[in-house]
Structure formats: structure tokens, C-alpha cells
């Protein structure tokens, strides 16, 4: 089975800190993805990456900055931690398959950030 | 920006009855997921149909697609407590340009 795992389940930060999210997947995929979730905006995209040191940028990258320095690890940074950044932090991944480059994706269990 | 739009945003049922839910995008797509997402946790992915099927199985599952309407349906056939979650539709546009994901549907599935 694939695994996606998140460094923390929860976590709680000051405004202002620099907090580092990792995510490790263990099935060799090409792509990895970083989202946030909010209620009643559904998941939105931060960064995605399908390939080592390769990133391309979500619908809302402002504040965020992202790693990928190995295959199998995605890391997000927030570089100065803000109230508004609150919000559940999920990660992905997915193989380029037969429905294209983009093919099924994996998700880890989550992220609950708050940041106070 | 959203591209899938999930209807209804919520939806409350007996177990053993049918549910629908419906999700409508703006522009073509290469596929389209149907992902699941009990409370609190991860998305697990449920279904992909391409933009040439019109419709696929699995289990209880049954998805149709209409790429001329611009909509798909998830249907889950005599539902259980266990299928009370939060259901998203996600579209892709081919190539490496982004999935993107509706707001979701909670579906409550009353014992």
C-alpha cells in the first residue's frame, strides 16, 4: 500500500516563527503536492513538484515556499508564520500513470496548523 | 480558483437509501477523481474516469460523466453509516497542469 506520511499531526506555532512541514511518501511517485484546507473553501493548492528540485507554483503560493531536495520527501515553509495560516496542511502524491502525468493521488492523514 | 463544483454542499439519508451527488466544472478536462474524506483525515481516492469514458463502476460506486454538460454524478448504492464523509470532486486539464478540487459534499448517513 502507499504511504504518505506528515511529520505532525498537529501543531502549534507563534506569529512569526518559521515552521518547516515534511512529507514522506514511500512509493517512488514523481509527483508531490502541498494543500490547504478551509472550511467552506474546499482544498487549494500551495506548490506541486513533479520531479527533484522541480516546483511549480498552486493557486495560493504568497507565504509559503517549498523543498524537495530528495524524491521521496516534499517539504513546505512557512517563512513567517501569520494567524491567517491557520488551517489543516495536506500532502500528496501521485505516479505519472496511464490517465497522464497527473494520475491518482495519495494523501497523508494531515496537518492541523494553528498559529497564534 | 475552483474548478469543480460539488451539489448539494450537503446531503442527509437513511442507511440503505441511495445517494447522489453532482459536480459541475467550467472547462475541459483530461480526467476527473472522485476522492472521500472522513472527518479530519486525508482524502482516500474512491474513482478516475477519463474525459472518453461515460461512465465506471466500483463496489457500490457507479460515476457517470458528461463532458458536454460539463458535469459528473457519484452515485453510492444502499449506503451505510460507514460512508458518512466529506466527498470531492477533482479535475485535471491534462499535461502537468494542476488537479483541482471542489469544495465537497458532506454526505451523513443516518443508522
Known amino acids: 500500500d502507499v504511504k504518505v506520511t506528515q511529520s505532525s499531526r498537529y501543531l502549534v506555532k507563534r506569529t512569526g516563527e518559521k515552521v518547516f512541514l515534511e512529507c514522506v511518501q514511500d512509493?517512488?511517485?514523481?509527483?508531490m503536492f502541498w494543500y490547504r484546507q478551509d472550511p467552506g473553501l474546499g482544498l487549494r493548492l500551495i506548490y506541486f513538484?513533479?520531479?527533484?528540485?522541480?516546483?511549480e507554483k498552486g493557486d495560493i503560493p504568497e507565504g509559503y515556499s517549498v523543498s524537495r531536495e530528495k524524491k521521496e520527501r516534499f517539504s513546505l515553509i512557512l517563512e513567517s508564520a501569520s494567524t491567517n495560516q491557520t488551517s489543516m496542511y495536506l500532502c500528496?502524491?501521485?505516479?505519472?500513470?496511464?490517465?497522464?502525468?497527473?494520475?491518482?493521488?495519495?494523501f497523508g492523514p494531515g496537518t492541523r496548523l494553528t498559529v497564534l | 480558483s475552483q474548478q469543480g463544483e460539488e451539489d448539494p454542499q450537503a446531503l442527509s439519508i437513511q442507511e440503505g437509501e441511495n445517494a447522489t451527488m453532482n459536480c459541475s466544472y467550467k472547462?475541459?478536462?483530461?480526467?476527473l477523481q472522485w476522492y472521500r474524506q472522513n472527518s479530519g483525515r486525508g482524502l482516500v481516492h474512491l474513482i478516475l474516469?477519463?474525459?472518453?469514458?461515460r461512465e465506471k463502476h466500483s463496489g457500490r460506486l457507479r460515476v457517470t460523466l458528461d463532458t458536454s454538460k460539463k458535469s459528473s454524478s457519484l452515485l453510492i448504492t444502499a449506503s451505510r453509516a460507514a460512508d458518512t464523509a466529506s466527498y470531492f470532486c477533482?479535475?485535471?486539464?491534462?499535461?502537468?497542469?494542476?488537479?483541482?478540487f471542489g469544495i465537497g459534499t458532506k454526505l451523513q448517513v443516518i443508522p
Open positions: 474516469i477519463r474525459s472518453n469514458e
Open positions: 477533482a479535475t485535471d486539464s491534462g499535461g502537468y497542469q494542476k488537479v483541482t
Open positions: 513538484s513533479y520531479d527533484v528540485k522541480m516546483k
Open positions: 500528496a502524491s501521485s505516479s505519472i500513470g496511464l490517465a497522464g502525468p497527473i494520475d491518482t493521488q495519495y
Open positions: 512509493m517512488d511517485h514523481e509527483n
Open positions: 472547462t475541459s478536462i483530461n480526467n
